[in-house]
């Protein structure tokens, strides 16, 4: 009797167990793009990575047109002998069109339904993303998918980028208050892609862009512990001569060219009175560079540079933050901060937005040298 009962246990299991993977018909997809055509419907591009040992290539990309991407899945099925595997999907690319006009949120919200697609796969931004995908211009890059992760990735290691991954940008988007962004990659003939820009959004929809630079901003207010990245600021001669700091060399440009490295930052976003909201950040840096070089020898001269540094800053800063309100984009975060308050905690999207709209915006940055570095 209990052999025929191990016997149908063991049948039993060996019923529930999944279907067999072998890997020479797995095509294990590495990033997928999608592009909005003219007629309303969008172009899939998927590459996918394969071991079958009779075939030449270890990748091949195919595409297909559809209305939603669960349809253009099926019909990439349809196209190839593997079969589409999503375990190590890494990279989800948007065209700047479709990012614009329809928006990404409905095949995001699809993606993270997904329970073989990972929550922390990067998001892009691309003017064309079966261009990129398909792209075979590079012996050292033959498989598109794996180097468009690998610069994403490398990017988030440093600290440059925000939002860049499907859980961030999801709890952005599905905040009140503040915006999300992505990184924008430029594939230009005869030079391997790369990171150009950062998509700035109005909820799920692309509003305008901006440099990688000016995400330094963005994070002295919402990622206190962020790399800002070094900062170079080209400052006219005549301003140095203006402010009393001496040049220990004769300049052979109108530019004093110099590089920062930012050590620690703090930043506060402070609602003064009903329609004025002060932005206060303190950057301590190292100097590590500056053509023609400057004389830094006693603290008097130092803290002259370091009001300079500031104002120049907080002239980016104030440009900044008018780009913002023309687009109604808030990646700070302000709107968050104005429903943080009391007063204001019942306000939605939409109301925020007017306010925000409307506030007047003063920022404040200090500088604080606390490294001379190479300067010296």
Request: proline fraction near 3%; charged fraction near 30%; hydrophobic fraction near 35%.
């Amino acid at each position: 009797m209990k052999k025929w009962l191990i016997l149908f246990c063991s049948l039993l299991c060996t019923a529930c167990m999944p279907p067999e993977k072998i890997l020479e018909r797995q095509g294990i997809s590495t990033i997928i793009g999608y592009d909005l055509l003219d007629d309303g419907t969008y172009l899939g591009t998927i590459s996918l990575l394969q071991f079958d040992r009779k075939e030449k290539k270890t990748s091949e990309t195919i595409s297909a047109v559809g209305t939603t991407s669960k349809q253009i899945r099926q019909i990439l099925e349809q196209k190839t002998s593997h079969d589409i595997t999503s375990g190590q999907l890494r990279t989800l690319l948007f065209n700047k069109d479709m990012t614009e006009t329809k928006g990404i949120s409905n095949f995001l919200d699809t993606m993270q339904r997904d329970t073989s697609i990972g929550s922390l796969i990067f998001l892009a931004i691309t003017d064309n993303a079966e261009d990129i995908i398909k792209n075979r211009n590079y012996e050292e890059y033959p498989e598109m998918g794996s180097y468009i992760y690998q610069l994403l990735d490398k990017q988030e290691r440093k600290e440059m980028l925000i939002n860049s991954n499907l859980h961030d940008f999801f709890s952005t988007l599905y905040e009140i208050g503040i915006d999300p962004t992505l990184p924008i990659i430029s594939n230009k003939e005869g030079v391997a892609p790369y990171i150009n820009s950062v998509a700035l959004f109005k909820n799920d929809k692309m509003v305008g862009s901006i440099s990688l630079k000016k995400t330094m901003f963005i994070k002295l207010f919402t990622h206190h512990k962020a790399f800002l990245g070094d900062i170079t600021l080209n400052i006219p001669v005549e301003t140095f001569k203006q402010k009393g700091i001496s040049l220990a060399e004769k300049p052979k440009e109108d530019k004093f060219n110099i590089t920062i490295h930012p050590i620690k930052h703090r930043g506060s976003i402070e609602l003064s009175t009903e329609d004025e909201v002060k932005l206060n950040a303190t950057i301590s840096v190292s100097t590590i560079e500056g053509h023609p070089a400057v004389t830094l020898k006693n603290k008097e001269s130092i803290k002259k540079l370091e009001q300079l540094l500031g104002e120049e800053l907080n002239k980016e800063f104030g440009d900044f933050l008018e780009e913002l309100r023309k687009l109604n984009s808030d990646p700070i975060g302000i709107g968050r901060k104005i429903k943080s308050l009391r007063k204001y905690s019942k306000l939605n999207d939409k109301d925020l937005r007017e306010k925000y709209s409307t506030l007047k915006l003063k920022s404040t940055i200090k500088v604080e040298i606390k490294r001379t570095g190479a300067i010296d």
